[in-house]
């Protein structure tokens, strides 16, 4: 009875909220863009704020080390916090040897909305100084971590650490705001645990897979008796719009091909690496039914180096059943990205990291505008507002977001609030 009362209130105060929330969202946060542009021109009108820079203080810095203001480091580009689209090919890693950290960045950059909400500062800082909100796990609670934009760069000027392709900064101040909360750079590199990192980017809890001696899958005190049902358990997440995470054994760079291979073939595969899980795609080999296959898509955070063992991208298993790339979405590109049978996922991989993703407004909804113009935040208010309205997109995101999936159990996919709404 309580959830058709809810449902009920639902319909009832649905237009209210929509209208509200669109409001807040798109005019109100474009009107607050023009607002701070506004006053930026009325200071520089009194007084010079390139030479009022912000510097943090409180970081730890490497005296050996230079530093240099990112936007110094090629004074040929406009720079800019985020340059309309968010991708995870923008994502480049450096030489702090971060890879679990660049793994999740590139993850949470397949959700721009995600990734602006995490920024308090939404555009370039004439000042150099950024805002972003992290949760802290060792006090339980949200903090906003505020850096400069000083970075560390090499001999020849550049930077040392993670980039961006093109112009645009958010990676470098995302990876700073993280060295940050964790003591600096040095206490992030070398390796890490990506479930750490989730849990400060959404707040929300983590849950760890690994394979045992006896090559069997376990977490949270659960075993998974086979590949199939590891791989359930990761598709009902992954469907629920959990972040997934995965990483290979420290095997230093080669591995002996359980298949009966070579010694050392990889197929591609990296020793001691992150990668993350886009999809899980549960297919017929057959229109008639039978035999299905199982695949993962995963995605290596260096936008490169794929897999080219069975179903990779080049693999002869496409040309065989064609039906199954269009029902997958399988593009070829050298890209990072790729298609894995769980078969041989559980061969490479050891370890799992899921985290509890809870879907709200405040999250899978922002302003999404280039700050290179003039008009950017205008032009992204009306294309924001008609995707909401139009395209139904508030009405899914506020209430029609997929469940959080909370347990080790294989599950049936989103769920609406009630049997009624299962036409949106």
Request: glycine share 10%.
């Amino acid at each position: 009875m309580a959830t058709y009362f809810r449902c009920l209130m639902r319909c009832v105060f649905s237009p209210f909220i929509l209208l509200y929330n669109s409001i807040n969202i798109y005019c109100v946060g474009c009107i607050s863009i023009y607002w701070l542009r506004f006053l930026r021109f009325l200071c520089g009108r009194g007084c010079c704020l390139q030479c009022w820079k912000f510097t943090d203080h409180k970081f730890p810095r490497d005296e050996e080390t230079e530093w240099k203001r990112a936007p110094e480091i090629d004074e040929t580009k406009k720079w800019c916090l985020f340059q309309h689209k968010i991708d995870p090919c923008d994502v480049q890693q450096g030489g702090l040897g971060d890879c679990y950290l660049m793994c999740c960045i590139a993850l949470i950059a397949t959700r721009p909305h995600f990734v602006r909400n995490m920024f308090i500062t939404k555009e370039l800082s004439i000042r150099g100084k950024y805002k972003i909100r992290m949760f802290d796990s060792k006090n339980k609670k949200w903090e906003v971590i505020t850096v400069d934009d000083q970075i560390p760069v090499d001999s020849s000027g550049r930077t040392k650490y993670s980039h961006s392709v093109g112009n645009e900064l958010w990676v470098i101040i995302l990876e700073k705001a993280y060295a940050k909360l964790n003591g600096g750079y040095k206490k992030i590199g070398g390796g890490g645990w990506m479930g750490d990192v989730l849990t400060a980017f959404t707040g929300c809890k983590n849950i760890s897979l690994s394979q045992n001696k006896d090559k069997q899958w376990t977490g949270n005190g659960k075993k998974m008796e086979s590949a199939v049902d590891l791989f359930y358990v990761l598709k009902a997440h992954v469907d629920a719009g959990a972040f997934v995470t995965c990483c290979t054994s420290e095997f230093g760079k080669e591995i002996v091909d359980k298949r009966g291979g070579q010694a050392g073939e990889t197929h591609g595969i990296i020793g001691g690496h992150a990668y993350s899980i886009l999809a899980a795609k549960d297919v017929k080999l057959s229109f008639f039914g039978g035999k299905r296959v199982l695949l993962l898509q995963l995605r290596n955070p260096w936008g490169s180096g794929e897999w080219t063992g069975a179903w990779s991208d080049k693999a002869p298993e496409w040309d065989q059943h064609p039906s199954i790339a269009k029902e997958v979405g399988r593009v070829v590109s050298d890209d990072g990205s790729f298609f894995m049978a769980v078969e041989d996922f559980v061969l490479y991989y050891t370890s799992v990291c899921l985290i509890e993703y809870k879907h709200s407004a405040a999250t899978d909804l922002a302003l999404e505008f280039n700050e290179s113009t003039c008009y950017g935040p205008f032009c992204g208010c009306i294309s924001g507002c008609c995707s909401f309205w139009c395209c139904c997109r508030g009405a899914r995101a506020i209430f029609f977001a997929p469940d959080a999936a909370t347990d080790l159990r294989a599950g049936d996919g989103p769920k609406t609030c009630c049997n009624c709404f299962g036409i949106f």
